[in-house]
């Protein structure tokens, strides 16, 4: 058992005869930190350490760090939960506990929240959406509390002004998902992390619109052709006929998206 957290992804350190601080090093300069509270140190990278955002990580365009809960629990067994005051089904994970590894994490980080949001991963939250992925992705890194069981102690929440924030009206087992979510989100707006940085701009959400339709090989299938203006090779059609078609789309499938766009919000 170690409470040191656990970094995910490596860098390739060359030796050099001149000794260097590791935040000098320009590959990591300006790289965004995600640091994880959780039980579940294990679960990550998870699908986190898969394609452009595994690459990213390896390459020390980003870093994770995981802050197994678990040795900062109480007594022999390290017990990090406790039973509801006022009676009630479950378990809630103890502010004593979380507190030790809230401050572990906030060693070397900002306390100005805006550089550093710390938030909690909770269905009461308020929900994530692409501004506050596009808010933190221009963070320096972010602290984020993944509860279990019946969630925590809310004096912890209190006490250091964190951030409750949902991935959506359902309930999860542990946060770790919806954490793994959101950092995905937040990491592929980074520069620097997706090849083509014109598809962050471009997408679903960026705009307050849904994507159009996409098409590719073959051009013709199962009776299926692709929509003729997208082989014409005329551009200002096409634009055209995505703009129209991200319009429809949007104003059938998210009415609320739609009258928001209207009304220019
Ligand atoms: N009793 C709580 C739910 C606990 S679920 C309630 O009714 O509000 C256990 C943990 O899963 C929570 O502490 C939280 O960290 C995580 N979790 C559950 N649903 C979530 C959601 N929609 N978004 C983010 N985290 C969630």
Same mark, same amino acid.
């Given at each position: 058992?170690?409470?040191?957290?656990?970094? #995910?992804?490596?860098?390739?350190?060359?030796?050099?005869?001149?000794?260097?601080?590791?935040?000098d090093a320009p590959e990591l300069r300006g790289s965004w930190v995600a640091k994880v509270i959780t039980l579940f140190?294990?679960?990550?990278?998870?699908?986190?350490?898969?394609?452009?955002?595994?690459?990213?990580?390896?390459?020390?365009?980003?870093?994770?760090?995981?802050?197994?809960?678990?040795?900062?629990?109480?007594?022999?067994?390290? *017990?990090?939960?406790?039973? +509801?005051?006022?009676?009630?089904?479950?378990?809630?994970?103890?502010?004593?506990?979380?507190?030790?590894?809230?401050?572990?994490?906030?060693?070397?980080? +900002?306390?100005?929240?805006?550089? =550093? /949001?710390?938030?909690?991963?909770?269905?009461?939250?308020?929900?994530?959406?692409?501004?506050?992925?596009?808010? =933190?992705?221009?963070?320096?890194?972010?602290?984020?509390?993944?509860?279990?069981? &019946?969630?925590?102690?809310?004096?912890?929440?209190?006490?250091?002004?964190?951030?409750?924030?949902?991935?959506?009206?359902?309930?999860?087992?542990?946060?770790?998902?919806?954490? @793994?979510?959101?950092?995905?989100?937040?990491?592929?707006?980074?520069?620097?992390?997706?090849? *083509?940085?014109?598809?962050? &701009?471009?997408?679903?959400?960026? %705009?307050?619109?849904?994507?159009? +339709? @996409?098409?590719?090989?073959?051009?013709?299938?199962?009776?299926?052709?692709?929509? /003729?203006?997208?082989?014409?090779? *005329? #551009?200002?059609?096409?634009?055209?006929?995505?703009?129209? @078609? %991200?319009?429809?789309?949007?104003?059938?499938?998210?009415?609320?998206?739609?009258?928001?766009?209207?009304?220019?919000?």
């Amino acid at each position: 058992m170690t409470d040191k957290p656990k970094s #995910h992804g490596r860098l390739a350190m060359r030796p050099t005869l001149q000794p260097r601080s590791l935040m000098d090093a320009p590959e990591l300069r300006g790289s965004w930190v995600a640091k994880v509270i959780t039980l579940f140190p294990e679960a990550f990278p998870g699908v986190l350490g898969e394609s452009l955002t595994g690459r990213a990580l390896k390459h020390g365009a980003w870093r994770l760090e995981t802050i197994d809960l678990r040795p900062f629990g109480e007594g022999k067994h390290r *017990n990090v939960d406790d039973t +509801p005051a006022g009676g009630g089904a479950g378990m809630v994970l103890r502010a004593d506990v979380l507190s030790r590894a809230l401050d572990r994490a906030a060693e070397g980080t +900002p306390a100005d929240r805006a550089r =550093w /949001p710390v938030v909690y991963l909770s269905p009461r939250g308020r929900r994530f959406d692409q501004a506050t992925a596009r808010r =933190w992705s221009r963070a320096e890194g972010i602290t984020m509390l993944c509860g279990r069981f &019946e969630g925590v102690d809310e004096r912890v929440l209190e006490e250091y002004g964190i951030e409750e924030v949902s991935l959506g009206d359902f309930v999860l087992t542990g946060g770790e998902i919806a954490a @793994q979510a959101m950092i995905d989100a937040t990491v592929r707006l980074r520069p620097g992390i997706l090849g *083509n940085a014109a598809s962050t &701009e471009e997408e679903s959400h960026a %705009s307050g619109l849904l994507e159009h +339709p @996409q098409y590719t090989r073959p051009a013709e299938w199962r009776g299926r052709p692709i929509p /003729p203006v997208l082989l014409s090779g *005329n #551009h200002a059609a096409i634009e055209q006929w995505r703009r129209e @078609q %991200s319009e429809k789309i949007t104003r059938e499938r998210r009415p609320d998206l739609w009258n928001k766009h209207e009304s220019g919000d």
